[in-house]
């Protein structure tokens, strides 16, 4: 995160993202500490992600899709990130925000990304609505269920290296 700070402080904009002219009414990014509530959500594999299982656990949450060009860059982290962070407990769920379910799974599939993935519908969105109008958005819950880390837009390979940190 040393390279997003040395950038803050110069005055640039630290983050890569894509504007979203279709997007709901822009919510905040949530505060480091403020409790994050968590969603059931039905993945693309078949399974579901369960809010209660998610209890007491690190959970990284992604939204991200498939036309977005910044997330092309930043989810192949994602997916190492889980790759060697689950077998310690990490907890992740991908949302995507293709308008077409199809186009979000055929990305999937074209590229091999395995992590836990659902659809943002209305019902996840009362829960858990994604605080940005810009994409890629990523959320770390910590054990206790607040936000520890809460980052819209790019975030470089350091970035997403350093979530390991909560785990």
Same mark, same amino acid.
């Given at each position: 995160? +040393? @390279?997003?700070?040395? %950038?803050?402080?110069?005055?640039?904009?630290?983050?890569?993202?894509?504007? &979203?002219?279709?997007? *709901?009414?822009?919510?905040?990014?949530?505060? %480091?500490?403020? =409790?994050?509530?968590?969603?059931?959500?039905?993945?693309?594999?078949?399974?579901?992600?369960?809010?209660?299982? *998610?209890?007491?656990?690190?959970?990284?949450? /992604?939204? $991200?899709?498939? $036309?977005?060009? /910044?997330?092309?860059?930043?989810?192949?982290?994602?997916?190492? +990130? $889980?790759?060697?962070?689950?077998? @310690?407990? &990490?907890?992740?769920?991908?949302?995507?925000?293709?308008?077409?379910?199809?186009?979000?799974?055929?990305?999937?599939?074209?590229?091999? /990304?395995?992590?836990?993935?659902? %659809?943002?519908?209305? *019902?996840?969105?009362?829960?858990?609505?994604?605080?940005?109008?810009? &994409? =890629?958005?990523?959320?770390?819950?910590? @054990?206790?269920?607040?936000?520890?880390?809460?980052?819209?837009?790019?975030?470089?390979?350091?970035?997403?290296?350093? %979530?390991? @940190?909560?785990?």
């Amino acid at each position: 995160m +040393l @390279r997003r700070t040395l %950038i803050k402080a110069l005055g640039a904009t630290p983050l890569l993202s894509v504007p &979203l002219a279709h997007a *709901a009414p822009q919510v905040p990014v949530p505060a %480091i500490g403020a =409790p994050l509530a968590l969603p059931d959500v039905p993945l693309f594999d078949g399974g579901h992600f369960r809010a209660a299982q *998610a209890e007491g656990q690190v959970v990284l949450i /992604y939204w $991200w899709a498939s $036309w977005c060009p /910044y997330c092309a860059e930043q989810t192949p982290l994602m997916q190492k +990130l $889980w790759d060697e962070q689950r077998p @310690r407990g &990490l907890k992740m769920l991908g949302l995507s925000i293709d308008k077409r379910e199809e186009d979000a799974r055929r990305y999937l599939a074209r590229r091999g /990304y395995t992590f836990p993935t659902g %659809i943002t519908t209305p *019902a996840i969105d009362r829960v858990l609505p994604r605080p940005s109008k810009a &994409l =890629p958005m990523t959320l770390v819950r910590g @054990r206790d269920g607040r936000v520890v880390m809460a980052e819209k837009g790019q975030l470089f390979p350091e970035d997403v290296a350093q %979530i390991a @940190r909560f785990v």
